[in-house]
C-alpha cells in the first residue's frame, strides 16, 4: 500500500516531534544471536554510519549528537531509485511516488539520547530521512538530512527477538496479545492493516489525561508537556513487523497512530485509533 506515501511521511514528522517533546529514554533490547547491530548517528543536518549493511535481522541504533530533536524513518525503495529523487518527489508535490514503502525505524530522540527498532532487513536500495521541522518550519530532509542506506548479501537465518507483548496494528485500534505490566518489555509491532500504520507509546504524567495531550498538541506544544515518550516504532507498510525495547511504569499510558487515512487523509486518531491503558503497580 504505497499510497498517499508523502502524507503520510510529513504527518509522521509531526507525530514523532509531538513524541520527542516529551522526552526519551534508551532501553537497550534483548538481542538473539547472530542480529547485526548498525549505529546510525544523527546531527545538523546529516546522518553519519555505514553506507552498506549486511541483510538480515538487524537492530538499528540511533545515536543524536545534534542539538535538535532527531529521527530515522527506513524508506525501502524501488532498484534505480534514490534518496534524493525521494527528496525532490516529495518537495514536488503532486501523487506520491509509487516507489517508495515506508519500513520503520526508531521514534524520534532527544539531544544526546538513543533509541533503537530491530528489524528483518531485505536486501535492496533505502533512504534514511528525517522529517522533523526546524523552528523555521523546513523540515531536516529538505536542509540535506537524508542519505542512501544499501543492504546486501544473503541473510543469514537466525531466530526473531523474544516479544513480551504483541501489539497489532489494524484500521483503527491496537490489540494486545497481554496486558501491559511494569518492567522491562519487548514489544513486537506487527501492521496486519491494509494500510500503513504506526505506534507512539506514552506515558501520562500523574493527574494528565488524554484531553490535556490534545490541548497541549492543539496549543502548539507550548510548556511542560502533559506525557512522556516511551518507545514506539514509525511508518510500517501493511505486513512489515518491527521490534522495540521499553521500560514500563505504573501510570496511564497511551497507544497513538497519527498515519493519514489512505481515504480521507484525517489522522488516524481522529478514526479512533488511540487507546488508554491503566498500568497497575501491583
Known sequence: MRKRTKAILIVLASATLIAAAAGA????PRLPPGTNTIEITAREYGYAGPDTIPAGLTELRLVNAGSELHHMQLVRLDEGRTATQLVAAIAAGGPPPEWADLAGGPNAIAPGSSASSVQDLRPGHYAILCFIPTSDGVHHFAKGMHRDLWVTGTPAPVSEPRADVEIKLVDY???LSTPLAPGR??????????QPHEVELLRLLPG???GDWDLWVRSGMKGPPPAALIGGIVGLAPGRHAYF??????????????????LDGKS?????????????GV
Not at 525495547?245 to 489512505?262: N, Q, S, W
Open 185 to 194: 518489555q519487548t514489544f513486537k509491532v506487527h501492521n496486519a492493516g491494509p
Open 25 to 28: 529514554r534508551y532501553t537497550s
Open 208 to 210: 494528565k489525561t488524554l
Open 245 to 262: 525495547t521499553a521500560r514500563i511504569e505504573p501510570g496511564k499510558h497511551l497507544l497513538i497512530c497519527y498515519v493519514p487515512d489512505a
Open 173 to 175: 485500534a491496537f490489540a
Open 268 to 280: 488516524h486518531k481522529a478514526h479512533g485509533m488511540v487507546r488508554e491503558i491503566e498500568v497497575s
